[in-house]
T-cell receptor, first 116, second 114 residues
Framework: KAGVTQTPRYLIKTRGQQVTLSCSPI?????VSWYQQTPGQGLQFLFE???????NKGNFPGRFSGRQFSNSRSEMNVSTLELGDSALYLC???????????????FGPGTRLLVL | AQKVTQAQTEISVVEKEDVTLDCVYE???????LFWYKQPPSGELVFLIR??????QNEISGRYSWNFQKSTSSFNFTITASQVVDSAVYFC???????????FGQGTRLTINP
């Protein structure tokens, strides 16, 4: 079974631009979560989607948004990029039906975003 | 609030040594879940183990073992006879019932030298 895939793997943007990252979960998984990883703040939860609905959201500004499609694929958007948005963005998927935490989240390889 | 502390920022040992990674957590939930993930240089977080708060049995998987002690709020990870391939950053994480999100520790960078 294929794992979680994320595209693109690497991205360079400039301040003020916007960016969209994509995540395809493991087949059959309906929950997708996003995390931001930076050297200073570590791994932080952004949001989680299940059946096209956002179920939980972390403490990030409104510039960070996401959505989930009917096939469970998810996208994350960051508008008006700032230098501090440079990070590794990780997507994780799980079955989702019996959340919370009764299943394991499996992570993709991440998208490394550099904002110049 | 939930919190995970991995006090060891970096550990360096010689191959074949045993090494223990510490994890201490804080939560007010009575039902919660603890995890360990491994992050190799490629960046992907690799799932190692999940343990729920009602299961204090220690677990062994090959060279890996985990010691869960609710009394001290600790969930430590031991690698026996370490190998160079074990070099990675290891994260301990907590998820509370209803939280629907993982709270991670800061990670421990483990370097196994040949």
């Amino acid at each position: 079974k294929a794992g979680v895939t994320q595209t693109p793997r690497y991205l360079i943007k400039t301040r003020g631009q916007q960016v969209t990252l994509s995540c395809s979960p493991i087949s059959g998984h309906r929950s997708v979560s996003w995390y931001q990883q930076t050297p200073g703040q570590g791994l932080q939860f952004l949001f989680e989607y299940f059946s096209e609905t956002q179920r939980n959201k972390g403490n990030f500004p409104g510039r960070f948004s996401g959505r989930q499609f009917s096939n469970s694929r998810s996208e994350m958007n960051v508008s008006t990029l700032e230098l501090g948005d440079s990070a590794l963005y990780l997507c994780a998927s799980s079955l989702g039906a019996s959340r919370p935490a009764e299943e394991t989240q499996y992570f993709g390889p991440g998208t490394r975003l550099l904002v110049l | 609030a939930q919190k995970v502390t991995q006090a060891q920022t970096e550990i360096s040992v010689v191959e074949k040594e045993d090494v223990t990674l510490d994890c201490v957590y804080e939560t007010r939930d009575t039902t919660y879940y603890l995890f360990w993930y491994k992050q190799p240089p490629s960046g992907e977080l690799v799932f190692l183990i999940r343990r729920n708060s009602f299961d204090e049995q220690n677990e062994i998987s090959g060279r890996y073992s985990w010691n869960f002690q609710k009394s001290t709020s600790s969930f430590n990870f031991t690698i026996t006879a370490s190998q160079v391939v074990d070099s990675a950053v290891y994260f301990c994480a907590l998820e509370g019932r209803g939280a629907q999100k993982l709270v991670f520790g800061q990670g421990t960078r483990l370097t196994i030298n040949p």
